[in-house]
């Protein structure tokens, strides 16, 4: 990561006679036993295309990052953002 990629602190902020900007993120997701479930149970191409079909939920970190599995082929596995 570069140095100039990184936000400022908020005491820097402060410093600087701004006032912060405060931020939330609020969102759901379902139980991610049911997909461990299916891994355990499945080889992973059929465990990803449970995904893109949608009869399997995604794992919670691809809702926090907003990315789905739209395209899988053996040996390609294509995300959307």
């Known amino acids: 990561m570069h140095h ?3 936000r ?3 005491a820097s902020v402060r410093q600087a006679g701004l006032s ?4 939330s993120r609020t ?3 379902d139980d ?3 997909s461990a479930a299916a891994a355990r149970a499945q080889d992973g191409m059929s465990f ?3 995904m893109v079909r ?3 939920p995604p794992p919670p970190v ?3 990052l907003d990315f789905l599995p739209v395209s899988v082929q053996p040996g390609c596995v294509v995300f959307e953002f």
Do not use: F, I, K
Request: proline letters at 12%; aromatic letters at 8%.
């Open 27 to 29: 969102y759901s997701w």
């Open 4 to 6: 100039g990629d990184l």
């Open 48 to 50: 990803l295309e449970g």
């Open 8 to 10: 400022p602190s908020r």
């Open 20 to 23: 912060p900007q405060v931020r």
């Open 54 to 56: 949608g009869s399997l």
């Open 32 to 34: 991610p036993s049911v």
């Open 62 to 64: 691809a809702l926090t």
